[in-house]
């Protein structure tokens, strides 16, 4: 899949919708208001993301994956550096309990924020592009980024990779969400952006 400035930035609002009502929903779950920018959407290989994972300091990151389906099948991965991904569950349960006190419910904190992005992005994908997906239950991992990203060491393959920064309570998180798309879902994501883009005009 080799997607055109055009379909870049069409991606770019439709995510951008999602992300903005991902933000009202986590704003209400940690009860103080949550910023998410605009995703910086890229077509990256994956070896790039890994790099970048890795410039960041992050030798190990934390995953929450989801599978979709239907016209499209995806399977969807919110990735954040360790230390990060606890000051995510931090901001959820409170700052009154120490970092060193979240791993037994960091990964039900991690699969809940990592449920309400990916579901209202791929909410606003489905409502934009008319397609309907089915998503699986969410899914945590920890590890490093090409163990959870490259299992099968793909680190040519291409992804969908909409880079994320969150500002809550001044603590500043860098995401990156990345969508897996086999050769049919590319081509069928191709053809509704073609029909999405045409309706514009």
Known sequence: MRLNALELDALTEI??????????????????????TVPKVQELAKRDITDRMDAQGADRICAVRQAFTGAINTEALLMFPVKQSLQLVQMMVGDDVPLEQLS?????????????????????????????FEGS?????????????????????????????????????????????????????????????????
């Not at 991690?110 to 592009?129: P, T």
């Not at 990203?149 to 603590?171: K, M, Q, T």
């Open 15 to 36: 995510f951008n919708h999602g992300v903005g009502q991902a933000a009202r929903s986590l704003s209400e779950l940690a009860h103080e208001e949550v910023c998410l």
């Open 104 to 132: 037994e419910m960091e990964q039900e904190s991690l699969a809940e924020i990592g449920n309400i992005l990916l579901n209202s992005v791929v909410a606003s994908v489905a409502d934009m592009l008319r397609i309907e």
């Open 137 to 201: 239950l969410p899914v945590v991992e920890m590890g490093r980024s090409q163990e959870v990203l490259c299992p099968d060491g793909d680190f040519d393959n291409l992804v969908l990779s909409l880079h994320i920064n969150f500002d809550i309570a001044s603590r500043k998180i860098q995401g990156y969400l990345v969508f897996l798309l086999d050769v049919a879902s590319s081509d069928m994501l191709e053809r509704k952006l073609a029909h999405f883009l045409g309706a514009m005009e």
